[in-house]
């Protein structure tokens, strides 16, 4: 591995190397950049915490935890997370890591939006959850040192982000409304579709088939 940002070293092995190539074909630029950010934002907060993970496994997850809402999943079913972390699951058994670490980034992707439950588990999940919230949401940044900070978006600007991924979302999201009940992408089908309404928990309790 060579090479490093705000003092983290960037992973630049083969496995590195075949996911920054997936992301840039399957995604595009901006993804790719988003990614990296995500894998130092991660990395910065493990350092405060005193949490470390295998680097190669948060990068790779890191890098695909938004892989799902690609143009080649828009008709999935399934919550963009899930397709994601399946998809991230296969390129790591593909290349020889064991079923243990595949598992372990299905599970960070599949909960990258789920920061309250990934906090509890392993460090690559734990971390992708902090770095995902650090970059789409600004959680976190007054931990972060303003050199760091510097450092990580002059290597991976983010400028034009905030829209950027409210569009991404968006499109990625809109053909499988469904797949949002219940979680905050709600949010964003609200915005961008007029008249959409979140499912009701408590409606949705009381229609059950139970009698009572």
């Known amino acids: ?31 790719f ?5 995500v894998f130092l934002f991660g990395t910065l907060h493990g350092r405060q915490r005193g949490c470390v ?10 890098m695909f935890h938004d892989l799902g809402l690609s143009s080649a999943y828009r008709n ?12 991230a699951r296969d390129f790591l058994l ?10 372990l980034v299905w599970l960070a992707v599949a909960l990258h939006t789920n920061p309250s439950v990934a906090a509890h588990l392993e460090p690559e999940v734990a971390l992708l ?5 650090a ?22 600007p983010r400028s034009g982000f905030k829209e950027q991924l409210l569009q991404l979302l968006f499109a990625g999201l809109a053909d499988r409304l469904p797949s949002t009940a219940g979680n905050r992408h ?6 961008f579709l007029p008249g959409h309404a979140r499912p009701d928990f408590v409606d949705l309790v009381r229609a059950s088939p139970w009698p009572n």
Do not use: F, W
């Open 1 to 31: 591995m060579t090479g490093s940002i705000a003092g983290i070293v960037v992973p630049a092995t083969p496995l590195a190397a075949a996911a920054n190539e997936l992301v840039r074909a399957t995604a595009d630029e901006k993804a």
């Open 135 to 156: 970059d789409d949401l600004g959680v976190g940044l007054a931990e972060l040192g303003p050199e760091e900070l510097d450092a990580v978006t002059a290597a991976h």
């Open 53 to 62: 993970a295998d680097p190669e496994l948060l990068y790779v997850g890191a």
């Open 129 to 133: 959850a902090a770095g995902v919230e």
């Open 94 to 103: 593909a290349r020889g890591r064991t079923d243990h670490e595949a598992q």
């Open 76 to 87: 999935s079913p399934r919550p963009y997370e899930i397709d994601g972390a399946c998809l």
């Open 33 to 37: 950049h988003h990614g990296r950010r």
């Open 186 to 191: 709600d949010d964003v089908l609200r915005h």
